[in-house]
């Protein structure tokens, strides 16, 4: 569904004027699981986008629609009793209650969502939806915040809300990507710097199409295992151990805390070549960062799983492919492959078939274009 189609729709349904709101999903090229370590990451934002269409309502109170899932909730605004109730409202009511703690009080309106990210498939969808919400919910009110003050907020709507203890690198993409650009993020100072993607090559995302249950949960425990790791090396985060210093002290740590934080200490030098080698247009390289890259979330983090392996190995034996890597928190999702031009066509036709006779699903195979943030939709 596009921005028309959503305005269209919602007109026909309520007869009110909406305002239009999209906000993209991102396709994280390298740099897993260390954004909560204040590390660094190397996200697009794609130009698959959550949209919500938005107008006011007299009650206090916030109607909210999701198309995707067929399903409605309604609550009260401001009454101080809004609580997780463990379904997709808590990424919406979450943003309300956020925004009205810190100052942005929302007044009462209907929102009515699609969205195009597919969920739990590596790519975002949360916080896509959280910053669309945000944006119509912050304009129906008759206020605005910053991109930043924006990404910020959504991450703390999904922490303390949701309940999901995610770094800043999704709602960050959502609210700053731009076309054709990859972000450079450094989630300590959220400095960034857009990288251009070379021409030539495609962003091809390989959604397995599964997703076990423990995804959430062993997130946060891997999160956890970080923060005891950086305790037990002295250092408030692991950003701030170099290759050198561990190699030093991992025998400070149990074996299996030294292997994540193995993962995070050699992702952020990973993320940081990359993103070199994509400025200078060296395909190759930037692509063994991202085979690397898959190898340590699978042997050191153990986020990866038996689908997410066999889709890397597909692609990676394709002609025409310099990297695959798994991509997002992990357990199911998608991979992400760095392909040639001329090659795509074949890649898609191959892997699709080759997982589908591995697996007995289907896969779903998307090329990636990097698009705008966050954004009104106008007309
Ligand atoms: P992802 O990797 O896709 O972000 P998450 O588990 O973080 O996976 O977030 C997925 C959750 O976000 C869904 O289970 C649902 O609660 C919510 N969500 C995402 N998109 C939508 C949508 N279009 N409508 C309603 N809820 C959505
Ligand atoms: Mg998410």
Partial sequence: MTGRELRERFRERFGLEPR?????????????????????????????????????????????????????????????????????????????????????????????????????????????????????????????AEPLELALLCQRAENEFAGMRCGIMDQFTACFGRRGSALLLDCRTLGHWLVPLPSGVRIV??????????????????????????????????????????????????????????????????????????????CTAFGSSMNESHTSLRDDFEVSCAELDLMAELARRQPGVYGARMTGGGFGGSVVSLVEDQHVNRFLDEVTAGYRASTGIAPDLTICHAAAGAEEVLG
């Fill in 205 to 282: 995302v390989c959604n397995t199409m599964v997703r076990h249950t423990l995804a959430g949960s062993e997130y946060n425990r891997r999160r956890e295992d970080c923060e005891t790791a950086a305790r037990l090396l002295g250092v408030k985060a692991l950003r701030d151990v170099s290759a050198a210093d561990l190699a030093r002290r991992a025998a400070d740590l149990p074996e299996q805390l030294a292997r994540r934080a193995r993962h995070v200490v050699t992702e952020n030098a990973r993320v940081r070549q990359a993103a070199d080698a994509l400025r200078r247009g060296d």
């Fill in 20 to 144: 239009v709101f999209r906000a993209p999903g991102r396709v994280n090229l390298i740099g897993d699981h260390t954004d909560y370590s204040d590390g660094f990451v190397l996200p697009a934002a794609i130009h698959l986008a959550a949209w919500v269409a938005v107008a006011a309502r007299p009650e206090p109170a916030v109607l909210a629609i999701s198309q995707n899932l067929a399903d409605e909730y309604a609550f009260s605004i401001g009454n101080g009793e809004a609580r997780r109730r463990g379904a997709w409202t808590d990424y919406v009511e979450g943003v309300a209650v956020t925004l009205g703690k810190a100052g942005f009080p929302i007044t009462g309106g209907v929102l009515l969502i699609d969205s195009e990210v597919p969920i739990g498939a590596g790519l975002s969808s949360s916080a896509s939806l959280e910053v669309a919400v945000a944006s119509a919910l912050l304009a129906n009110s008759g206020q605005a």
